[in-house]
């Protein structure tokens, strides 16, 4: 087989722009290369663009790779695989308006047998008109909003231009046009927004192209000088105050124009120290033209302020001229200081005070003087009389010894009253005296006496006696007894007179004065009888013995020689000296009720069990014996067990209660051991444990407590009681137990907003069948968090700690219920390690495919962001057979930002894939833009674009590889540079499809590029 040559351009597609009035497009290189297996001689010619020869442009021309003109029709000779670098240069044309077709053919003129089809390159000539110059901006008088736009018009050749207009409300040039088709400078425009301010740029059109810039107003950068439309600010005059007072002042002005736009938000003034003042400022209401007023308060006594009217339009505030005014001094109450106090006795003193200014208004109506045993006294206020300043005093009465007291002077003018500091100042104490006493008692003497307990301030008594006389009070008849201490103290009083009722009482004086006892009372004899005596009743009666006593109420003028009781079975038992059997010699001379040693004992006679007795109280005096009434009591049988009866059961708990007895008879023995039992069973006795020990000998009601119950049970309890004949009991009484305390608490889970670290809980709670305190509700998220004292709540707010909380309720620090809960941050939002934050996943960019071959790959991504929270568990990539693929998902195993790869296995021969980067943090899974790749039907071809549609003018890049064993490679409509994997940034003009050739393995892949023209504007 003869072998061919095969001519192969790069490029094929060519874009000469040149801008009237400047220099000639640049060159741009042509690659010829022999891509056949025979030599190829090439040789070239203009064609127009269906590849003919008439009519075609001469504009174009094509050149060796040093600039050198290569006649129309000659060429050179390229061996195979060989090529050659020429250069296709456009001459100098004026406008776009008639050029021609003119493109480069390669053409072989090699044997025609191996005929070889020409190439033609594709040149275009982009004539564009010149930028515009001295771009300027006008607006017209207030109140219109016109603004003109000017400029000096273009070099645009022969070709008819227009312009376009573009404005923004910043110095950014925007993508779309405002206004389109201008024929001429200028141009006016009225669509303006009142107090808007507005950018504009012109450029040039013209035969479809447009000028290089677009041309700012005023600059010749993007940015521009701006232009404001037109707005007035209201205007306002004539500032107006009246009503002064210290601390506020009626104050307005007149808004005589709304300006433009012709509405009012708000009028008010505003004041200051300072003039043109713009601080508190405050709105009066209105919002139309007229003259205002409105109070203003929160002034300062005595200055002087500025103010001034104002109202506010969208345009801005407008002001009126400042005003001034002055407040007036503030009122002042009187100033009083250095209070004193002298001349102090036990109830009254002299106090007074220094008033050194008399306030404002300067006079006073009174000064003088407060006290009270308070700080700042404002009770028991006496005036002293003067009402000017200067230093003054008075005497105060009425006070209490022994008591500190505050006081303080004062001085009232019409404004108030003003208060000195407090000064402090105790009275004197007279001595305290108490018990008054009195015994032998006779016709005319007794002896008296008390007890000084305290010597009062000052601690020094001059004396301390006793006082007597027939009234209350006694305060004659005083004689001192000669100490000077505390004490008790007595001695005889003399010149009483018989049968005459006496008021006496102790005294004791020191340089205060004197302090008196309470008072006593006796009667002295008519002359000297016998006693007068009482006989006590008879208590501790048992089988064998009695307990008795009496009262020597009067000596009846002469001493008691001896005293007690005397007891018989027959009534009126009678006193016998030397009688020990059945009487008693223990009594008191004078005074009592004293009581005898009990009867029926070794120092007497024992009694005769159940019998009757009598029993008198006697005392004897050299005038005879005097005998109480006679007192009747009967003995007790013989001993039995003691008799007693079971209190009723109180503070009945779930676990406790309390009862206990009352022994109304020893039985005649003591009791050695008393208290109470108690079981579920009826009649429980002392041989059980559930028992206590604490009861009386005898009597009662005494109380024991029962512990250890069983909630909600039926108990028994009785009272017991032992002595030497046994153990007796009281009545079974029945009681229940209450049930156990109880709770129950729930709490509501809650969400964390945004920003925040805690959120509230709603926590509702009820307790019954509770035995006291304390009850308390706490949460453990931290640990041991008081709630709540509260036995019931419902709803009541908690603030938590994000993460699980468990709120509890407890009684007698014994829990009764609980109520998990848990805290987290709300949907969308993720804990970030101190509150919570905005959730985003991870951002990946540029997935990557290269080394492909019938089933396998290296797969990558670039992550950019690790998202919040900024921690991702994996990276890696996902494939399939459909866009956006998540099945196929393996980990490639960074966890951090940056490109990665890895290599991908398992795909079929001859196959589309789609395949896109991921990484995962707690926010979820972030992916990559999808990428696309096609395997290899023999293995050993893959051609990618970056992208599959684009724009003219813009670029796109073409990414190559063959098989490792290859070792060269060859493109179709691009350029590898025999490289058997590479990448290339190509600009196509039109849609365009470019194919590799790998070699020596011979595999083909190709991808084609769709091309789109990019829109000049949009027109508002």
């Known amino acids: 087989m003869i072998g061919r040559p095969k001519i192969d351009l790069t490029p094929k597609i060519f874009v000469f722009t040149k801008i009237v009035g400047g220099s000639n497009a640049p060159y741009q290189n042509l690659v010829i290369q022999n891509t056949g297996d025979a030599t190829m001689n090439w040789k070239w010619k203009r064609v127009n663009a269906s590849g003919g020869t008439s009519p075609v442009g001469t504009w174009c021309s094509l050149q060796n790779s040093a600039g050198t003109s ?23 044309v004026s406008n776009a308006g008639t050029l021609e077709d003119c493109n480069i053919q390669i053409y072989d003129t090699s044997n025609p047998l191996a005929s070889n089809t020409p190439q033609n390159t594709n040149l275009d000539y982009v004539i564009k008109p010149s930028n515009v110059s001295n771009v300027a901006t006008t607006l017209a008088s207030c109140p219109s909003r016109n603004v003109t736009v000017s400029w000096t018009a273009a070099n645009s050749g022969t070709t008819a231009k227009t312009y376009n207009i573009y404005r923004n409300t910043t110095s950014t040039v925007p993508s779309i046009g405002y206004a389109s088709g201008i024929t001429a400078s200028p141009w006016i425009n009225t669509s303006t927004a009142v107090g808007s301010t507005y950018y504009y740029w012109v ?29 007035v600010v209201p205007s306002v005059t004539t500032p107006t105050h009246t009503s002064i007072t210290s601390t506020s002042a009626t104050l307005g002005a007149n808004v005589t124009s709304l300006g433009q736009p012709a509405s009012i938000s708000a009028r008010g003034t505003c004041w200051g120290t300072s003039p043109a003042p713009s601080t508190n400022c405050l709105a009066q209401g209105g919002t139309t033209t007229g003259v205002y007023t409105h109070s203003r308060t929160g002034l300062s006594p005595g200055t002087t302020y500025y103010y001034r009217g104002y109202a506010t339009n969208a345009t801005g505030t407008g002001y009126s001229a400042s005003g001034t005014f002055a407040t007036t001094a503030a009122p002042a109450v009187p100033t009083v200081t250095t209070p004193t106090s002298a001349s102090i006795t036990g109830t009254s003193a ?12 300067a006079t006073i109506s009174a000064r003088g003087t407060c006290w009270g045993t308070t700080p700042a006294p404002t009770t028991n206020c006496v005036a002293q009389g003067g009402t000017t300043t200067g230093v003054y005093s008075h005497s105060r009465t009425g006070l209490t010894a022994g008591t500190t007291y505050y006081y303080r002077g004062y001085a009232t003018n019409s404004t108030g009253t003003g208060y000195s500091p407090d000064g402090t100042f105790a009275t004197l104490i007279v001595p305290t005296v108490t018990t008054p006493t009195v015994t032998s008692v006779m016709s005319t003497s007794a002896t008296l006496g008390a007890n000084v307990t305290s010597l009062g301030v000052p601690a020094s008594i001059s004396a301390r006696g006793t006082c007597w006389g027939t009234t209350p009070a006694p305060v004659t008849n005083c004689v001192a007894q000669g100490g000077t201490t505390t004490g008790v103290f007595t001695h005889s009083r003399t010149g009483l007179t018989a049968s005459t009722t006496y008021y006496y009482r102790g005294y004791a004086t020191n340089t205060t004065g004197t302090g008196y006892s309470s008072d006593g009372t006796f009667t002295t004899p008519a002359t000297e009888t016998i006693p007068t005596v009482t006989t006590n009743a008879v208590s501790t009666i048992t089988s064998t013995s009695a307990v008795g006593g009496g009262n020597t109420v009067s000596n009846g003028g002469a001493t008691v020689t001896v005293a007690g009781i005397t007891w018989s079975t027959s009534a009126n038992p009678v006193y016998t000296v030397g009688n020990t059997a059945t009487q008693m010699t223990d009594g008191w001379a004078i005074g009592g ?65 309390t009862s206990g007895g009352n022994i109304t008879s020893d039985g005649g023995a003591t ?55 046994g153990t007796a009991y009281g009545e079974d009484v029945q009681f229940t ?47 041991n968090t008081h709630v709540s004292w509260l036995t019931s709540g419902t709803n009541v707010s908690n603030t938590v700690n994000r993460g699980a909380s468990t709120f509890y309720i407890y009684h007698n620090s014994v829990e009764l219920a609980s109520s998990p809960i848990s805290a987290d941050c709300e949907a969308g939002l993720i804990w970030d390690g101190v509150e919570c934050a905005t959730s985003s996943v991870p951002t990946l960019t540029s997935p990557t495919a290269v080394s492909i071959t019938t089933t396998d790959a290296i797969l990558g991504a670039n992550v950019t962001s690790l998202g919040v929270p900024a921690s991702i568990s994996a990276r890696g990539t996902c494939w399939g057979a459909a866009p956006f693929p998540t099945t196929n998902c393996v980990d490639e195993g960074g966890i951090t930002t940056g490109a990665y790869s890895h290599a991908r296995l398992g795909f ?11 990484a995962i943090n707690a926010s979820g899974v972030g992916y990559s833009p999808d990428g696309t790749f096609i395997t290899d039907s023999s ?26 064993a290859d070792t060269s490679s060859s493109g179709t409509n691009f350029s590898t540079g025999g490289a058997p994997s590479g990448s290339i940034s190509v600009s196509p003009a039109d849609t365009t499809t470019y194919t590799l050739t790998c070699d020596p393995s011979g595999g083909i892949d190709s991808v084609t590029v769709v091309v789109k023209k990019k829109p000049l504007f949009q027109e508002q």
């Open 70 to 92: 290569i006649t129309i029709n000659t060429g050179g000779t390229l061996a195979p695989s060989a090529s050659v670098t020429t250069r296709i240069a456009v001459t100098s």
């Open 203 to 231: 450029e040039t059109v013209s035969g479809g192209n447009v000028s290089p810039n677009k041309i700012a107003a005023s600059s010749n950068a993007t940015g521009g000088v701006p232009v404001t439309s037109c707005a």
């Open 350 to 361: 002299t106090l007074g005070a220094n008033v050194t200014s008399l306030g404002s208004p």
């Open 593 to 657: 009720p004293w009581t005898s040693a009990t009867m029926g004992t070794a120092l007497s006679t024992p009694l005769t069990p159940n019998t009757l007795y009598h029993v008198r109280a006697f005392a004897v005096n050299s005038v005879g014996t005097a005998y109480g009434a006679d007192v009747q009591f009967t003995t007790s049988a013989v001993t039995t067990v003691p008799t007693l009866t079971t209190n009723v059961v109180t503070n009945i708990t779930s676990t406790s209660a």
């Open 671 to 725: 009791v050695t051991v008393s208290g109470i039992v108690w079981d579920t069973i009826a009649n429980p006795t002392t041989a059980l444990t559930t028992k206590t020990t604490n009861g009386w000998a005898i009597g009662g009601p005494w109380s024991s407590d029962m512990t250890s119950l069983i909630p909600n049970t039926i108990y028994h309890v009785r009272a017991y009681a032992t002595n030497s004949v």
């Open 737 to 783: 137990s209450t049930l156990s305390p109880s709770g129950s608490i729930s709490a509501t889970s809650c969400t964390i907003s945004l920003g925040e670290s805690t959120c509230d809980s709603l926590v509702s709670w009820s307790t019954s069948n509770l035995t006291g305190n304390p009850t308390e509700v706490t949460r453990n998220n931290p640990s």
């Open 908 to 918: 079929s021969p001859s196959t589309t894939y789609y395949y896109r980067g991921y």
């Open 939 to 964: 293995g050993s071809a893959t051609i990618n674009a970056s992208l599959p549609i684009i724009y003219s003018g813009d670029s796109v890049t073409i990414t190559w590889s063959c098989l490792v």
